[in-house]
């Protein structure tokens, strides 16, 4: 058990990730997390059960703020890559001036496919290579909607995304693994073909024990096997035989070196050819380039479809020649040198890495840090970059690669978890580039710790988004329910009404942008009740301050409500059953819909005028303090929306005296 003085803190991505954290842990010990009082904008909380304070756990939202760079942070330590994932758990020291990282957790609930399911690898391997205990927790089974909300299709990730990190954690002597569930919107088949790969409650009680300081071995056999069964599930369910199979993925997961994985995929013999597309422009030699390195017997990594292949290491030599030939003396000698080797395993990794118009593709990140978290260190990792950068770009990576990595996210994958890097594009003048990276193959497991932070550095939209949170989330009693909430780096993953009398729930999935040519995506909605009646909608905008709202916003939050609830819901969810596909017409749950701003306080009369250009029905602005003087929340309301100040002053109350109410 853990000493009840004994508090650990949550660093999330946003206030979201950090109560998505604070609940799993409260499950994971069968408890109740209990809000005390504290600041608003850094909340604290006690995990209780049966009566008993079992520990503290402080809620520290919006990294890159607290006067501690995690980033920066966890590469000093010796990560590749400045990659922060959405939550650090840290626990404090007795004393309380020193933090140290226990785990790092990932909540996904976008839907993983096509190349956003490795989008968030490069994370994974961030921690992994300081020794730093990762859990992934996604869905799957999720819809994809066409232009009208109609259900198109579930997608699922390549298999080859749950199996990294497998390998992962074998290649690192780390906790480095997916869990899954099944998405909200999954069906009842998709639910029992994948019963067996769950792992929520395993992943729970995973957390525990990290927590705890116990043993995790089994918990953590137990999560390898159910991902791995996810791995088969999913290779199964493909139409193409363009994976592994069946208890072929255990039989690679169990090759112990990279060396030896690269021999068993030879003997494989799984096939590679490069899918073309004609989205982004290339250069004149680049599809020449492929042939060569299809003509090398580039074979599969275990999928076929996705933009990584291995060379053997008896073709090397030849491959080596044959980009001499192709490119002649525009080959950088010790490149061709390297290449030749035939030492190590070579990873070849194709990334495109920029949209058509030169601005880097986010999900291509993950793609070296993928084949890495494949297969460790060992291996060589030849990265070809072939997409339309812009000339500043092209000109700093010739330059100086090192100062571009720490300038460019993609950029900082590519160079730091390759061991050479061949750039042929379209936006390249002069041909082909080549870099050796010479980088730090070393892997480092560490304590990472850092003085304990207090305040954040300056006052934002996540210190808004926070107490707006807490506020309707967790005290607005039957009167107000949390429709959706999405903070900086929040997900949207759907607007979620409750019927009043029958207590059903119903989400809409998947939300576009903008709806029409006019509506604009709120950051929050608010469900508020009235008695006997339809419910009213707050739709809710939030920014550092008031002069970034735009003109007549509260006009295009009111239109994207109205045109998201003209169309059925994607999912229901009677009180006390899971959640099911809704088929059936468009409900009536809303008899209005208002629309309000959130923001830092200024003055009286910025909050005046965005009332009035923002045609905005309510204005919230907090005012916070970095000493114990309550936050205070300025509100503002017309005609329209004064039936929430009652509301709000009785949901106030129940932080301890920690927020304020000033009515204007």
């Known amino acids: 058990m853990i000493e009840s003085q004994i508090k650990f803190r949550i660093h999330g991505d946003n206030i979201v990730e950090c109560d998505r954290c604070l609940e799993l842990i409260a499950q994971a010990f069968a408890a109740q997390a209990r809000l005390i009082p504290s600041d608003p904008f850094r909340p604290a909380f006690e995990i209780v059960k049966d009566g008993s304070v079992l520990f503290g756990v402080d809620l520290i939202p919006g990294h890159g703020r607290w006067r501690i760079d995690l980033q920066q942070m966890l590469r000093d330590h010796g990560a590749p890559l400045r990659e922060a994932t959405d939550v650090i758990l840290t626990k404090l020291s007795n004393d309380e001036t020193t933090e140290q990282i226990v785990a790092a957790l990932e909540f996904c609930s976008a839907l993983p496919a ?12 961030a921690c992994a290579a300081v020794g730093i205990p990762y859990l992934y927790f996604a869905e799957v089974g999720g819809v994809e909607l066409d232009a009208r909300r109609v259900v198109k299709a579930s997608r699922f990730p390549n298999p080859i995304v749950p199996f990294s990190y497998l390998t992962a954690s074998r290649a690192y002597r780390v906790i480095c693994l997916p869990v899954y569930a099944a998405s909200p919107s999954s069906d009842a088949k998709i639910r029992a073909d994948f019963a067996s790969s769950f792992g929520v409650e ?73 899918k073309v597309s004609d989205k982004v422009r290339v250069s004149t030699t680049f599809p020449k380039l492929v042939k060569r390195l299809e003509s090398a017997s580039s074979l599969a990594v275990g999928a076929g479809a996705i933009p990584i ?31 030749a080797l035939n030492k190590h395993p070579l990873v070849v990794v194709w990334v495109t890495g920029f949209k ?26 030849l990265s070809v970059v072939s997409g339309p950068g812009k000339a500043e770009m092209w000109r700093a990576f010739q330059t100086n690669p090192a100062k571009l990595a720490m300038e460019n ?51 934002s939209e996540h210190d ?49 942008r903008v709806s029409g040519k006019d509506g604009k995506r709120p ?11 339809t419910a009213i909608l707050a739709a809710i905008e939030s920014k550092d301050t008031a002069g970034k709202l735009e003109d007549t916003v509260g006009r295009r939050l ?29 409900l009536k749950l809303v008899s209005e819909v208002i629309s309000a701003g959130a923001f830092c306080w200024e003055n009286q009369e910025k909050l005046e005028r965005c009332l009035k250009h923002g045609n905005l029905d309510a204005a919230f602005a907090l005012e916070f303090f970095s000493n114990e003087k309550a936050t205070l929340l300025h509100l503002k309301t017309n005609a329209n929306a004064s039936f929430l100040v009652p509301i709000i002053r009785e949901a106030a109350e129940n932080f301890g005296g920690r927020l304020k109410v000033q009515i204007h």
């Open 409 to 459: 996210g993609l950029w900082e994958a590519v160079i730091n978890l390759s061991d050479a890097v061949l750039a042929d594009s379209a936006t390249l003048r002069g041909g082909p580039q080549t870099v050796l990276t010479n980088r730090d193959s070393r892997a480092r497991n560490a304590l990472v710790a850092f003085p304990t932070v207090v305040l954040p550095e300056r006052f």
């Open 309 to 339: 292949c291995l060379i053997p290491q008896s073709k090397c030599a030849r491959l080596a020649k044959s980009l001499q030939q192709l490119y002649g003396n525009r080959l950088n000698a010790d490149f061709v040198a390297w290449l």
């Open 114 to 125: 096509g190349n956003n399911a490795w989008q968030r690898n490069g994370r994974a391997l």
């Open 523 to 533: 950051d929050h909605v608010i469900q508020i009740s009235q008695s006997g009646k």
């Open 558 to 586: 009111k239109r994207f409500m109205h045109d998201l609830l003209a169309s059925p819901p994607t999912i229901c969810r009677p009180p006390g059953r899971e959640w099911t596909p809704y088929s059936g017409n468009p």
């Open 202 to 274: 395993i992943g729970q009680q995973l957390v525990r024990a990290t927590i705890e300081g116990a043993s995790h071995a089994q918990a953590e056999a137990e999560l390898t096997s159910r991902a791995l069964l996810m791995v088969q599930i999913l290779s199964a369910g493909r139409k193409r035989v363009d994976t592994l199979r069946g208890d072929e993925w255990s039989e690679f997961l169990n090759q112990p070196s990279a060396l030896e994985k690269a021999h068993w995929l030879e003997r494989r013999n799984l096939s590679w050819t490069r």
């Open 464 to 512: 808004v988004d926070s107490v707006l949170h807490l506020l309707f989330s967790r005290f607005g009693d039957e009167k107000i329910f949390e429709s959706m909430c999405n903070p900086p780096g929040g997900d949207w993953s759907g607007v979620t009404l409750r019927d009043g009398c029958a207590g059903t729930q119903y989400r809409w999935t998947s939300l576009p």
């Open 356 to 381: 058509p118009r030169g601005d880097d593709s986010r999900p291509d990140r993950g793609l070296v840090p993928l084949a890495r978290m494949l297969f460790g260190n060992e291996a060589r990792i």
